[in-house]
């Protein structure tokens, strides 16, 4: 993983230079301050009455540390880091959104929705943490080295037992580096469990409460919660065990100059001001010493978690490349839909979907869709209904060829979208909004085009009776409307997309009969092109084509109007 980091950084390298620039310039005001303060006790210790000195070297003391403060705070810390750093974590959750919408819709999360919002939570925000924290240490160390190289030039001995205490500690933490990261990858699993727990009993909320089964959810949701405060302890105390290795090295090497030099200084061979250096240099040191032990655990726990989010996408060389992200000016605007295209004939050969791990799908499927028409798949339960449409739309991954006017289609889930393609599955996806918001989702147009669509779908007497109107907030995935409404709302989006195909899913399943003859009536009366699965009568007995489906493969094809030969052969 280590690899996949450094390659993440090099991957833009301009804000990492300036940041490690800026930091250099940083910590050389640091090296400034050791040698006046040299300097100023070294004079004091002559006795000397000339106070002009003292004043030269106070001055620039001040102007050094002024110096220093407005660069860390006016730029390092409130532009550049923060920059840098969200830049970093935005394109880490770009690269991953995008390898997740490149997957066939089905397959692609991989894993449960409360653990994908915290790796591109949390783990995004390990790695831009980081990128900062590589650039400052790297600085620091560097300096810490030309500071080693000044006091060796002052005493060689007291440097080198300096150093060598240095070594000792830095090989003692490197040996906890592997029990951090194990502790440090699991402390995250749990977190994404706690998530994971949190997202099923907001989804399910409805489920629970009829079950009765708020009591198991809470305690299912205490245990992960107790196993993430576990996990989170551990994973602390020994990350601060490690930092606290680094922390004594300050006490334990300016002991170690004291008793090293104290001969020297009664010899007079070792001045006043040759200490003030070395002890304040080894309190810079021993934080470079520390700050190089939080840095080789920030190297493991950053691995994991690009591992962690490699998971999501093509593994961590997929996401270990910069992406543009937009932080100080607008993004361009989106990329507008699909150039439309009538549609002429749309043919399917040999279509196979088969789920993984199983013999269950669809096989050798061939189709036919003319424009103009409703084509109508029916079947027994399990037999690859909705399957056979969602393989034919690129949500499940699928061999084959699909033909849209005699051009093979080479990317299905690309094309198929709307204006071209608009389809609507057995549970409809609605958010937290309103329900003009649902219905438009993006696309700009009056609310006398949403009414309209929401009239087709046979939704005007619900909406009547809505007090509030389009402003109606259906809750969270419609939980505020009925099943049967829901669907309707769902459709009603999809005709605004006014698509050359519309791709329907059990869309009457959960209405009455009346509401359901109206929709159909609705759609039929548009001459719209429709392929439905559907189980009702009256429907099979309107389509223009029925294609029975069972066990997977084409049973039967029958022509216009011919329902008693559903079952007969093709």
């Given amino acids: 993983m280590t690899w996949h980091l450094f390659r993440l ?36 210790a002559t006795g000397s009455q000339d106070r002009g000195p003292i004043v030269l070297w106070a001055a620039l003391l001040a102007v050094n540390e002024a110096a220093r403060l407005v660069l860390w705070y006016g730029v390092v810390l409130s532009r550049v880091e923060p920059t840098y750093t969200y830049t970093v974590r935005s394109g880490l959750q770009d690269r991953v959104v995008g390898a997740v919408l490149r997957r066939p819709a089905a397959t692609a999360l991989r894993h449960p929705v409360g653990d994908v919002v915290s790796r591109l ?48 500690v830095t090989v003692l933490g490197r040996l906890l580096n592997g029990p951090v990261g194990r502790r440090r990858e699991a402390s995250r699993a749990a977190a994404g469990e706690v998530s994971t727990v949190v997202g099923e009993a907001v989804g399910g909320f409805l489920a629970l409460k009829a079950a009765r089964a708020e009591g198991r959810m809470t305690e299912r ?30 006490a334990l090497g300016t002991g170690l100059v004291l008793l090293l030099v104290a001969g020297r200084m009664r010899e007079g061979a070792f001045s006043v001001g040759d200490l003030a250096l070395f002890v304040f240099y080894t309190q810079f040191i021993g934080e470079a010493v520390n700050a190089l032990g939080m840095l080789l655990g920030r190297i493991r726990q950053a691995g994991v978690s690009l591992g962690r989010l490699g998971e999501l996408a093509e593994g961590p060389g997929e996401v270990a490349v910069a992406a543009l992200v937009h932080l100080d000016h607008a993004a361009p605007p989106a990329p507008g ?57 690129g949500v499940l991954p699928a061999g084959g060829e699909i033909r849209w006017n005699g051009e093979v289609v080479a990317d299905p889930g690309a094309f198929m979208v709307p204006p071209r393609v608009a389809y609507l599955p057995q549970v409809p996806a609605l958010f937290s909004g309103t329900l003009r918001e649902n219905v438009r989702l993006g696309v700009e147009c009056d609310d006398a085009e949403v009414l309209r669509v929401l009239e087709l779908a046979t939704l005007g007497p619900d909406l009547a009776a809505m007090p509030q109107g389009l402003d109606t907030v259906v809750g969270p995935r419609g939980a505020r409307l009925s099943g049967g409404q829901a669907r309707r709302v769902a459709l009603a989006r999809a005709l605004l997309r006014d698509p050359e195909l519309l791709v329907l899913d059990d869309v009457s399943n959960a209405l009455d009969l009346d509401t359901e003859r109206a929709l159909w009536a609705n759609l039929l009366a548009t001459a719209r092109t429709v392929l439905a699965v559907t189980h009702r009568a009256e429907v099979i007995a309107a389509a223009d084509r029925v294609v029975r489906l069972e066990a997977g493969r084409v049973h039967g094809v029958v022509a216009p109007r011919r329902p008693n030969e559903l079952s007969g052969p093709a």
Avoid: Y
């Fill in 9 to 44: 950084l090099a991957g833009r390298p301009r804000p990492h230079l300036l940041l490690d620039a800026l930091w250099t310039l940083l910590r050389v005001t640091i090296l400034l301050t050791g040698l006046l303060l040299q300097a100023v006790f070294d004079h004091l």
């Fill in 121 to 168: 939570g949390g783990d995004a925000d390990e790695v831009g943490v980081f990128a900062i924290w590589s650039a400052s240490n790297v600085a620091r160390l560097a300096i810490a080295g030309v500071a080693i190289a000044v006091m060796a030039r002052v005493d060689a001995v007291a440097t080198a037992g300096l150093v060598a205490v240095i070594a000792v």
């Fill in 221 to 250: 949701l205490r245990v992960a919660s107790d196993r993430r405060r576990a996990a989170a302890v551990r994973d602390e105390a020994l990350a601060s065990a490690q930092e606290s290795l680094f922390r004594v090295t300050t």
């Fill in 337 to 393: 839909p699909p150039r439309r295209e009538p549609l002429r004939s749309l043919s399917v050969s040999a279509l196979t979907c088969l789920h993984p791990g199983t013999d269950r799908g669809v096989r050798g499927v061939d189709l036919s869709v003319r424009p103009g028409t409703l084509t109508v798949v029916t079947g027994p339960v399990g037999a690859g209904k909705t399957t056979l449409l969602r393989a034919l739309l």
